[in-house]
C-alpha cells in the first residue's frame, strides 16, 4: 500500500494495510502544522460566530482543538463535518451534534439537503491555508456568504530517499490510497521520473469519482472508486480491484 497522507499520519493506514497482509510506503508530500497568529485567530472567531461551521478534514479538527480545547455550540447552529472521524474530534472538544454524509467526502457533503440554499447565511468554514477546495466556490453558489478559516498549514515535505527506493526496489503489485489530488499531484512532482513510473503502475482506490478521474487523466491506469476515504474503505477498494491476488483479508473478528 501506497499512502500520501501527511507526515505523521499513516498509523491507521500501516495497520489495516498489515492485517491484509501488505506492508505501507510513505510517500507524504506534506507535513501539517495548526497556524496560530493573530490573523488566523480573528478569521476562526468569526467563523466560529456563524449560524454554519463547516470543518473540513480531521487536520482541522485537530488545529480547531489546538486554538479552542473546548467549545459549546450556539443556540441555533448547526455544525458540519465531512466525515465521522471530524465529527469525532469535534465531539472531544464539546460539539455533540455534528451532521456529516454517508458519502465521506466534498461531494457527499455537498449533497445534503441542509446544504442545498443560504440566503446570505454566514457559513464558517475551517480549513487549510491554500488548496484548491470545491468547497467553497459551491457554497457560495448557493447563496452562502463563507467566513474562511484557515487554521492549519500543509508545509511541502519531500518524500524521503528511503521511501523511494522502498518503491522502486518492490516488484510486487502496488496499491495506492488516493483521497487528496493535491497530494498526488505534489508527490508526482516531487519524485524522480523512474519513481513517477512506478507509481503509475500502482492500482489507485480513489475516495471518489472525481479523484479516480483524475487519477487517470494523470496516467494511472487501474482506477477503482472506494465506499469513501476511511483507510478501511480505500484498503477493501485496493483489495476488490487486486481480486485473487489481492493480499488476505483480516481474519473474521472473535
Known amino acids: 500500500m501506497i499512502s500520501l497522507r501527511p507526515s505523521g499520519d499513516h498509523e491507521e493506514l500501516r495497520r489495516i494495510a498489515a492485517q491484509y497482509g501488505g506492508g505501507l510506503i510513505e510517500l507524504s508530500p506534506w507535513s501539517v502544522r495548526t497556524q496560530d497568529n493573530s490573523a488566523s485567530r480573528r ?47 469535534l465531539h472531544e472538544i464539546g460539539i455533540a451534534d455534528v451532521l456529516w454524509p454517508r458519502r465521506m467526502d466534498s461531494e457527499g457533503l455537498l449533497a445534503l439537503a441542509e446544504l442545498q440554499h443560504f440566503d446570505n447565511e454566514a457559513f464558517g468554514l475551517l480549513t487549510a491555508a491554500g488548496g484548491r477546495g470545491v468547497l467553497a466556490p459551491a457554497l457560495q453558489a448557493r447563496g452562502a456568504r463563507v467566513l474562511r478559516a484557515d487554521i492549519y498549514l500543509r508545509e511541502p515535505a519531500a518524500p524521503s530517499r528511503f521511501e523511494i527506493a522502498r518503491l522502486l526496489g518492490f516488484d510486487g503489485p502496488l496499491w495506492l490510497a488516493l483521497s487528496s489530488g493535491e497530494a498526488l499531484e505534489r508527490a508526482l512532482a516531487q519524485l524522480p521520473d523512474d519513481a513517477g513510473v512506478r507509481l503509475r503502475q500502482a492500482h489507485v482506490s480513489a475516495a471518489s469519482a472525481r479523484l479516480a478521474e483524475l487519477a487517470r487523466s494523470l496516467g494511472f491506469g487501474e482506477v477503482e472508486v472506494a465506499a469513501g476515504p476511511r483507510a478501511e474503505d480505500l484498503l477493501a477498494g485496493c483489495a476488490a480491484l487486486a481480486g485473487d491476488d489481492a493480499p488476505g483479508r483480516p481474519p473474521p473478528a472473535p
Open 43 to 89: 478569521a476562526l472567531s468569526d467563523a466560529l460566530a456563524a449560524p454554519h461551521v463547516l470543518v473540513t478534514s480531521p487536520a482541522a479538527a485537530r488545529a480547531l482543538r489546538d486554538l479552542q480545547p473546548s467549545l459549546t455550540t450556539r443556540a441555533g447552529q448547526r455544525w458540519y463535518a465531512v466525515g465521522a472521524g471530524t465529527a469525532a474530534l
